[in-house]
């Protein structure tokens, strides 16, 4: 089985010059190719596939414009697989699953940097370092965190704010224990509450507790002084001043940066943690809904809340988690009236409204309706395995 490892690595001046590099190429081709293809479809009708722009970038656009050379001074596999990647982006918006391809931006530092292995020691892993393809040895943050000697698939190296990560894919031998200790759970997924489950466990909203809103209030504060800058700057000519303004700058963006990974390493810790005690329970399987998240960012009141409790990620990190120990999981139909039916007699309740915390029933049932909604789940006859 395959399993990825994402790790922080302390590389050197120089290396880190060279990760700049390459991030910067795969960028830049990344959206040229987007751009490209844009403006041929608009004078041709016509689509250019990833592999047929690199033959025209490497041979007809580079060689004649002397002033992008320095596109060759990066592995060529790298912009190749940028490029691979913009035509998956294509694929999957002609497909309908996403929207136009957008530009990848230098703020959003959302570029990872490919690294091919063109030799046997490439990728070589130690307890306390990576070998990483025209980097060398690069160390590790943490120790024996990698499998050591594994064989290593592929690996990218990512920059967050000031921060360097290395992600690599190694083929792994896991053992599945397909033991049972408990029975199905059912699991609601919700606003005030997190995760809901059938049998009595609840994770919390994380970002209504203080910790998240202390650091939202440092973010807000941060994005401010970074918005005045930008309008100083605009005031101010070009002279020495104007060039200490602009390192002010970028130190800022530094800083907000930090505060917008801090809140995403809460998050995502915190649905580790939710995955990880669902799948410790050991249940014959795991029933979820088919959320339609892109529908709900519609709805302007609600589509922050949304974003920020990563639906999405919680649905794959809890896929990947049970296949590894050997769990089911269910997914109900996005239509499945989870919330409006009544666990105790099956009735219908077609007008039940969103402010509506306790699910009553005809039958005597009072109950909690994300609850109520978890049980459904747990009972639900048709649905669909991941």
Not at 29 to 46: C, L, W
Not at 226 to 234: A, D, H
Not at 275 to 293: A, C, G, M
Request: glycine share 4%; hydrophobic share 30%.
């Amino acid at each position: 089985m395959k399993k990825a490892y994402k790790i922080e690595i302390k590389p050197t001046e120089e290396q880190i010059t060279k990760i700049h590099q390459t991030i910067g190429v795969s960028r830049f081709t990344y959206n040229f190719y987007i751009a490209h293809n844009k403006e041929v479809y608009e004078k041709e009708k016509k689509f250019i596939s990833g592999m047929d722009f690199s033959k025209w970038l490497n041979n007809e656009y580079i060689p004649n414009n002397e002033n992008k050379l320095w596109i060759k001074e990066v592995s060529s596999k790298a912009t190749k697989q940028a490029i691979m990647n913009g035509e998956k982006a294509f694929k999957r918006f002609f497909k309908g699953e996403t929207g136009f391809p957008k530009f990848k931006k230098k703020k959003d530092q959302d570029v990872k940097a490919y690294f091919p292995k063109n030799n046997k020691t490439d990728w070589t892993i130690e307890r306390h370092r990576v070998k990483v393809p025209t980097l060398g040895w690069i160390k590790l943050k943490e120790f024996g965190y990698i499998p050591v000697n594994s064989v290593v698939k592929s690996g990218t190296v990512s920059q967050k704010s000031n921060r360097y990560f290395v992600s690599i894919l190694v083929e792994e031998d896991i053992k599945v224990d397909k033991k049972t200790y408990s029975e199905g759970i059912g699991v609601d997924l919700g606003l005030k509450n997190f995760v809901i489950c059938n049998n009595g466990l609840t994770k919390k909203n994380i970002n209504k507790t203080k910790r998240v809103k202390k650091e939202e209030k440092k973010l807000k504060r941060e994005q401010r002084k970074l918005s005045r800058k930008y309008e100083s700057l605009k005031l101010r000519n070009k002279n020495e001043k104007g060039e200490a303004t602009r390192q002010n700058i970028q130190k800022q963006i530094v800083k907000v940066q930090k505060l917008h990974q801090r809140l995403t390493n809460i998050r995502t810790d915190y649905i580790n943690k939710t995955v990880n005690e669902l799948v410790k329970q050991k249940p014959s399987f795991i029933t979820i809904e088919d959320l339609n998240v892109k529908g709900m960012m519609k709805n302007k009141h609600l589509a922050k809340a949304v974003a920020q409790q990563k639906f999405y990620e919680f649905r794959i990190k809890l896929i990947s988690k049970a296949k590894q120990n050997g769990i089911e999981i269910r997914i109900a139909d996005r239509f499945y009236p989870s919330s409006k039916m009544c666990s105790s007699c099956g009735a219908y309740k077609k007008d039940l409204k969103l402010a509506d915390r306790v699910y009553k029933c005809s039958c005597g049932l009072s109950m909690n309706r994300d609850l109520n909604a978890s049980i459904n789940l747990a009972n639900a006859k048709k649905y669909k395995i991941a």
